[in-house]
């Protein structure tokens, strides 16, 4: 085999690999984009009752945040960002300071998985956690950006 073919397949595999980070990467950030959408009325800090609170919590999307979390995935391939302080700040959240994409993935899908299960828990503030969601959910957006 020739010393070219070999940098050629090398080169064509690279290429395969960067298409599927670009797909994972375009599969989070619309996700997220979307859950922006149903966030939208948190985010304007409508006054929504605990009804619409549910159907918020309802419709959050979750399917490639799970898939994130359950399979490995080159984070940094990804993205190399942090949460800065100019963020953390931005969208008043500090403990997420030096979030890396893979910290911040977790977050928010355990986050959202958990109120999916556990909204009808009285003691559960649902427009607090929605407000939380919101913020990494802005973060994750800007991380992927």
């Not at 080169?11 to 599927?20: H, L, M």
């Not at 890396?100 to 299960?117: A, G, N, Q, R, V």
């Amino acid at each position: 085999m020739s010393i070219i073919k070999d940098i050629y397949d090398v080169a064509k595999e690279g290429a395969t690999q960067a298409a599927k980070v670009g797909a994972v990467k375009r599969a989070l950030r619309t996700e997220a984009k979307l859950n922006l959408k149903f966030l939208m009325d948190v985010s304007l800090s409508m006054d929504i009752d605990d009804k619409r609170r549910v159907e918020i919590i309802k419709n959050l999307e979750l399917e490639e945040l799970a898939a994130a979390v359950r399979y490995e995935l080159p984070y940094l391939a990804i993205s190399r960002k942090k949460v800065t302080k100019k963020l953390t700040e931005q969208y008043k959240i500090k403990r997420a300071l030096d979030y890396d994409l893979e910290k911040l993935i977790e977050s928010l899908f355990l986050m959202i998985s958990y109120l999916k299960k556990d909204y009808k828990n009285k003691s559960i503030d649902l427009n607090l956690r929605l407000i939380n969601i919101n913020k990494y959910n802005n973060l994750l957006i800007e991380l992927l950006g």
